[in-house]
């Protein structure tokens, strides 16, 4: 009996010894969705009286895929914070958006993540055209998960080897593809150009006098896009025409948005580029599609389609 009551001592001074490490909370954040402020590079979740907060400049979501398996990582500081907080009262964007930000519900309770790791997995988010096959990416996915993060409390501390943060989805504007099917040959080179506004879809053809030959196709002509026969996409911040690609000096306005660059073709397979060639009045007319090609840029790709009309060149 007195070996018992002794264990039964022990076990109560063990259990009253509090040092602040040994509360554990929890914090489940897993069913509500990611928003942002509209002034500041803050994301956040609210459940009811509780928030979640994560400030990490906007330039760490990058328009771009990361490869599998390689998250862009970035340490916590005082620059990337990590901030749970719980209030008196149902919280809102208005205690943390403004740059005065509202006073109640009061703030009972706030945890600092003190140490850790912000990992992003970033992929496209894409739509596809049922009819011809083309996707279009309409925003990215940034799967957030917080690596060994250390939270400072009140009352101690405490630590998530891993903590899903979830997803925070950023919109883009889908690319245009505006263009019509008048294409026009370079007054400088072989390149093919097509243009709509800000956006020209370039062909660079080593094959140009193979493929565009003045002669009435029975079967279409064909090369397979590579590093000689190349397509690319470009998107400017203003209008471009022949003059801009034919200058000595590349122009400095209007600036360069983005470029976008076909993937070099398989056999029978994709990348095809298919000329046909008809009489026009006196002269020819070569009709260009592009079968299966898809356009890449950085580790982020999109499907052009199964058969994409580029436009029609007129030789004399």
């Given at each position: 009996m007195k070996r018992l009551l002794g264990i039964l001592t022990a076990l109560l001074l063990i259990t009253a010894c509090d040092d602040g490490d040994l509360t554990v909370d929890t914090i489940d954040f897993s069913e509500v969705n990611a928003q942002k402020c509209s002034s500041k590079d803050v994301i956040y979740k609210v459940k009811d009286s509780e928030m979640l907060i994560l400030a990490i400049p906007a330039s760490n979501f990058a328009n771009d895929e990361t490869p599998e398996g390689d998250p862009i990582e970035v340490n916590i500081s005082s620059s990337v914070e990590v901030i749970y907080r719980q209030y008196n009262g149902d919280a809102s964007a208005d205690n943390i958006c403004p740059t005065v930000p509202s006073a109640t519900p009061n703030l009972l309770e706030e945890w600092n993540a003190v140490a850790g790791t912000v990992q992003i997995t970033t992929t496209a988010v894409k739509t596809v055209n049922a009819t011809t096959g083309i996707t279009q990416i309409t925003g990215y996915k940034h799967f957030i998960v917080f690596k060994d993060i250390t939270f400072q409390k009140p009352n101690g501390t405490q630590v998530y080897e891993t903590y899903t943060f979830g997803n925070y989805t950023t919109t883009v504007s889908p690319l245009a593809f505006g263009f019509d099917e008048e294409a026009e040959k370079s007054t400088c080179d072989?390149?093919?150009?097509?243009?709509?506004?800000?956006?020209?879809?370039?062909l660079d053809l080593a094959d140009y006098s193979t493929l565009l030959q003045n002669e009435v196709t029975t079967t279409p002509r064909t090369a397979l896009i590579s590093a000689t026969n190349k397509a690319t996409y470009r998107l400017f911040?203003?209008?471009?025409?022949?003059?801009?690609?034919?200058?000595?000096?590349?122009?400095?306005?209007?600036?360069?948005?983005?470029?976008w660059t076909a993937?070099?073709?398989?056999?029978?397979?994709?990348?095809?580029?298919?000329?046909s060639t008809t009489t026009f009045g006196s002269g020819f007319q070569h009709t260009i599609r592009l079968k299966k090609v898809t356009m890449s840029r950085g580790n982020t790709s999109f499907y052009l389609g199964d058969d994409y009309l580029y436009g029609s060149v007129i030789t004399p």
């Open positions: 072989n390149r093919i150009f097509n243009f709509s506004g800000g956006e020209s879809f370039v911040s203003g209008p471009v025409n022949d003059a801009y690609f034919c200058a000595a000096t590349t122009p400095t306005t209007p600036t360069l948005a983005q470029e993937n070099d073709g398989v056999t029978d397979v994709s990348g095809i580029i298919e000329v």
